[in-house]
């Protein structure tokens, strides 16, 4: 028993569990038409019950004494002990160092999947600190507080047998103790800096790098000498794992993982061979002879290592069997000479290494036999106009019979042009015409006779429908009509038939039908459907469909809401194949409530598992008025599909895909598009093309086969096979052309051949350089340069142009300092004394120029160099020109010479205009020396507005203008010189008198208000009355101590008691019982008329308030 000290103890310690004996009990519960037991017992310290419910019972007790458990405890970062498997069961460890619990699952066929739970059934969670391995055991980079639990436990899902096998359960204690310091990654797995892979081809190809540290190292992912296939490659377990699924010879090499933290980085390079099994590159087929002639059979196959190719005669190697002089045997071929009546048998090919092998059977058949035509005799075609047409002619003879069409008995045979004849003696006529119509002969001879065959063309006008059916709606109990106007060819008949829904329309005693509509009165919900007209003559069909729908009347009970607004409609349902062919498969599925809007169209799209799963691609779309359609589909693509429906709304939701159809495989049927041929080096052609798309491989195994040779020389086409875009031609002469061609191949065989394309080699540096180059024709800003050309042979590549490099080297004024940048112009000229016109150059300067003649790839040696002087030009605008007011009639000008003068200066001059609206009037003019840059000029008319004109001279004139306006705008203010009037003292004068006199008119209107104040009698009422006095002429007097005071409720007078009314009815009324208004309206507030004996009247009221109160209040 090792003994291992415990972090801060000295001593050794004994593990307490040793010597002590464990239980550990498992029963199953299953239910099963019979019943038997099984009784294993496990011997631990601890005892755990699992119970599974299946179709059958059994018990199992295992007995046994396991080997002593260890408390293992590390006290450094190191790799962690991951075995042997049964030695490790619990353990603590410090915080911060890696960890590593073995997996060791059975050894099963295929091997079991492997996963870590805990106790409670719940997955152990994996991240890029905690994660499994490729072999199942689980990795810790670094150990964390939370990792600490007693129940990791390891188990084996045996896929077979659907069972799970259980480890014992490992216990994980984790110690803080002192602080780990942070450290560099170091490898888990694999160990080491270097270690290697085999894979076959066409297996997946899984590398692992896990590793250790603190931090937590990320993992990342190289390939030495190229890019990772990023279509191929996927990143797995936190980027710690690289899946490849489908492995090629392209695949091999060299890849590199790195693991990095920000202590450090560590590298682990993993050699990766890629091995293959045999697979077809030209595949054996059965051979026919006729004595005498010649023939072969090639069996030519590919893998890694490369395959041996044994050839077998009627089961028997071909060594062993009996001599034929008129065969040859040369390696993966058999040549055939002179072959005889006798020597037919059947030949195999066996083409094999240590990782599989390929077997092909091929009949060779020596006859000697007249030609025969295998089909009917003197048929009768007909096909509609402009449509492809093939006449057929199948025939057998031996030799090979040399087959021909002639039309009418005439003429030469038919190839070429409007023909084609294929080998199986197939006639193909692009696009049938009425001047195609005749009698087609086929005439097939050999040595041994001839014989021939007729075939009556007739070309008819295709069967339309020129009025067809349109969606519509109707409302129940209206009357719906379909249009349906068919033309054809005057000599086919045309049966017209209407279906509803796909099923044959059944008229009855309502629906009415004519020759060119169908009528449908009184229409009811069951009339609801798709309609179809199909017009079908004995060669050709045309087909129209519409939906109609039926509508609800609009009530007009405003409690009845109107029919539903259209919706997107549901999705198709039910979806099924059937027709199940090679290429193709009939599709069907029910729409779905279309929600009141006419579905238009069905979008059916197809997904695939093979190369982009889980991606939904459009497949092709139909009309909404049909539910069953054929697909054609691609060879080797595991299908399936699904529906979405269209309305004038919007799309449906998906339907629920299809069952799956898996299409086998056929040769390519697609070229290779973009072949091209480029040097990249001078001794050197890399020839590339565009891969086929995934769903064009249309098999497995697919490679491309090339072939290449000197254009100029004939010389014999050289050829290779590779998986690859692209193949470099090495050893090459400097730039001379190649003819290319390319040929797509699978495992089920060869497509066609693209036509041939011009590639070259690599280019060199071109040997010469232009000669006498020279100008004239100098200008201000530009020249016109001469120069002899190079001889042709001396480009070494393909001619692009001849590169002038010019630059500026000084100016001629002096003390102007310039840019020195070099500037390129290319010409393209091939003629024998070319010339050119260089412009946008600057006046007044000092070039210098050079010729040099340029490929593709490369400059050659440069030219003499020329220098040109350019002459005085007009100079640009000055650098900046500004416009500031200083006075109300005076302005100032100011601005800067400008940056290139493009000669001597000889001043300014400024014209200046006045503006109204849109339009100048007539200009004055100021001219200025050269040292002068401002001036101040007084306005005539301080109301005008003017615009400025100013620009620099030479002696070759005036150069571009600069301008400004003055104002700018009506109410901007022109610079910050301009005199303000809002500090003028007659300004605040002013300001000052009409602000007192606003105050006085205020004042006045506020005594005027208070003036004419009133009460409202509720308040009155609320007043003790004073002692009644009664007066002479019969009234009272409602007198009190406060009589000179405010009523309440009202505002105080400034003058004296309130006014009372002047209205005419109270000076005139009796004995002032009320007061009205003239109209005889009651004033509904009490008022007080004054006289010279201050007598006062009045009368109780109602409380509505006075208008003529309202309007004093206004007042």
């Known amino acids: ?111 079991p999947y492997t996963f870590w739970m805990n106790s409670a059934m719940i997955p152990i969670p994996q991240d890029r600190r905690v994660s499994m391995g490729l072999n199942g055991d689980l990795y810790f980079s670094n150990v964390l507080a939370k990792d600490a639990h007693t129940d990791y436990s390891c188990n084996a899902r045996f896929l077979f047998t659907h069972t799970i096998q259980q480890k014992n359960p490992f216990s994980l204690k984790v110690q803080s103790g002192r602080r780990i310091p942070e450290s560099m990654p170091t490898f888990l797995s694999p160990s080491g800096s270097e270690s290697s892979k085999m894979v076959l081809r066409g297996q997946q190809l899984l590398l692992e790098c896990i590793a250790a540290g603190l931090p937590t190292p990320s993992i990342k992912w190289f390939k030495k000498g190229g890019d990772l296939p990023a279509q191929k490659v996927k990143f797995e377990n936190h980027n710690k794992t690289l899946k490849i699924v489908s492995v090629s010879e392209e695949d091999a090499g060299e890849y590199v993982c790195l693991a990095n933290n920000h202590v450090g980085g560590i590298r682990h390079n993993i050699h990766v061979q890629v091995k293959g099994a045999p697979y077809w590159l030209d595949k054996p087929t059965n051979l026919v002879l006729a004595p005498d002639e010649n023939g072969r059979l090639v069996c030519r196959a590919s893998g890694n290592p490369r395959p041996q190719v044994q050839w077998l005669v009627n089961g028997e190697p071909v060594e062993s069997s009996l001599p034929n002089p008129s065969r040859e045997m040369m390696g993966d071929t058999i040549i055939f000479r002179s072959v005889q009546i006798g020597s037919s048998a059947v030949y195999q090919c066996n083409a094999s290494n240590q990782h599989g092998y390929l077997l092909a059977n091929a009949f060779v058949s020596v006859l000697d036999m007249a030609p025969r035509i295998l089909g009917p005799k003197s048929q009768l075609i007909k096909v509609i106009e402009n449509n492809r047409t093939f006449l057929d002619c199948p025939f057998f003879g031996s030799p090979l019979p040399d087959l021909r069409w002639f039309k009418n008995g005439q003429g030469s045979g038919l190839d070429g042009g409007h023909y084609r004849v294929y080998i199986n003696g197939t006639l193909e006529i692009k696009r049938a015409r009425t001047e195609d119509e005749g009698t087609y002969t086929c005439v097939a ?39 349906c106007k068919v033309k054809s060819d005057p000599s086919l008949p045309v049966t017209v038939s209407w279906l509803k829904d796909d099923s044959p329309l059944s008229l009855g005693w309502r629906l009415r039908r004519d020759e060119e509509s169908l009528s449908i009165p009184n229409v009811n919900e069951g009339d609801q459907g798709v309609y179809t007209c199909t017009a079908q003559s004995e060669i050709d069909q045309d087909v129209s469909s519409a939906r109609l729908t039926v509508l609800e009347e609009v009530s007009f009970n405003p409690s009845v809401s109107s029919a539903l607004p259209p919706d997107r409609p549901d999705p198709p349902m039910d979806l099924d194949l059937s027709d199940l062919a090679v290429r193709s498969v009939r599709l069907t599925w029910i729409p779905g409530n279309d929600h009141n809007s006419v579905i238009t169209q069905f979008l059916v799209q197809y997904e695939e598992d093979r190369w982009e799963p889980g991606s939904w691609q459009n497949l092709t779309s139909y009309p909404g008025d049909l539910n069953s359609v054929i697909l054609q589909l691609s060879p080797f693509i595991n299908y399936q599909f699904r529906v979405i429906a269209i309305n004038s709304v919007g799309q449906s939701a998906p339907s629920h895909p299809s069952p799956r159809y898996k299409t086998s495989g056929a040769p390519p049927d697609a070229i290779p598009s973009g072949l091209q041929g480029w040097g990249t080096k001078k001794n050197n052609m890399e020839i590339s093309w565009e891969p086929l798309l995934n769903v064009e491989r249309n098999g497995p195994n697919l490679h491309y086969q090339l072939w290449w040779r000197r254009k100029d020389t004939g010389e014999a086409w050289s050829n290779v096979t590779t998986t690859g875009s692209k193949h470099v031609v090495h050893d090459t002469d400097t730039y001379v052309p190649y003819e290319i061609r390319i040929q797509a191949l699978n495992d089920h065989g060869a497509g066609p051949t693209s036509n041939v394309a011009t590639g070259y080699s690599g280019e060199d540096k071109p040997t010469d350089a232009p000669t006498n180059l020279r100008v004239s024709n100098v200008d201000s800003t530009s020249v016109t340069i001469h120069w002899n050309p190079v001889d042709p042979s001396s480009v070494m590549g393909e001619f692009k142009e001849y590169r002038l490099y010019y630059w500026r080297e000084a100016s001629l004024l002096k003390g102007l300092r310039v840019s020195q940048e070099k500037m390129t112009r290319g010409f393209y000229s091939i003629a024998q004394r070319p010339s050119a016109v260089l412009g946008g150059l600057v006046p007044f300067s000092h070039y210098r120029m050079l010729m040099v003649v340029a490929n593709r790839g490369h400059e050659g040696p440069p030219s003499n160099t020329v220098e040109v002087r350019t002459k005085e030009g007009v100079p640009d605008a000055p650098k900046y020109f500004e416009i500031v007011k200083r006075a109300l009639d005076t302005i100032h000008l100011q601005w800067d010479k400008p940056l290139e003068p493009n000669g001597v200066l000889i001043g300014y001059q400024l014209k200046y205009h006045t503006v109204n609206g849109s339009k100048l009037g007539p200009y004055r003019l100021e001219t200025f020396p050269p040292n002068i840059t401002q001036y101040t000029m007084r306005l005539p008319d301080r109301a005008t507005r003017y615009k400025f004109f100013l620009s620099a001279l030479t002696q070759v004139g005036a150069g571009e203008a600069f301008t400004g306006e003055f104002p700018r705008s009506a109410n901007e203010a022109y610079s910050k010189d301009q005199v303000d009037i809002a500090t003028q003292g007659w300004f605040i004068g002013l300001m000052c008198a009409i602000a007192l006199i606003i105050l006085i008119l205020l004042i006045v209107c506020f005594i005027k208000r208070s003036r004419g104040g009133k009460y409202p009698v509720r308040d009155k009422k609320d007043l003790a009355l004073d002692p009644v006095d009664q007066k002479e002429d019969g009234s009272f007097d409602y007198h009190s101590d406060e009589d000179n005071k405010p009523l309440q409720g009202s505002q105080a007078s400034l003058d004296g008691p309130p006014k009372e009314s002047d209205d005419s009815l109270v000076d005139y009324g009796e004995g002032g019982d009320g007061q009205f208004n003239e109209d005889g309206s009651f004033i509904g507030q009490y008022t007080v008329k004054k006289d010279s004996k201050d007598e006062t009247e009045g009368n109780e009221s109602s409380e509505a308030t006075s208008p003529v109160n309202a309007i004093y209040s206004l007042a």
């Open 445 to 483: 001879s050999n040595i041994m006779g001839t014989v021939e065959n007729q075939v009556i063309l007739e070309v008819k006008e295709p069967t339309r429908i020129v009025r067809g059916l349109e969606h519509q709606s109707a409302f129940r109990g209206s009357t719906a009509r379909f249009d």
């Open 1 to 111: 028993m090792p003994r291992l000290q415990r972090p801060g103890g000295g001593r050794e310690q004994q593990d307490p569990a040793e010597g002590l004996q464990y239980v550990h009990t498992h029963t199953h519960t299953h239910t099963h038409p019979h019943t038997h037991t099984h009784t294993h017992t496990h011997t631990h310290t601890h005892t755990h019950t699992h119970t599974h419910t299946h179709t059958h019972t059994h018990t199992h007790t295992h007995t046994h004494t396991p080997s002593a458990v260890h408390n293992c405890v590390l006290s450094s970062p190191q790799r962690p002990p991951c075995g042997p498997r049964s030695f490790w069961s619990r353990c603590w460890c410090l915080r911060a160092i890696p960890w590593c619990w073995p997996a060791t699952p059975p050894q099963a066929c295929p091997p």
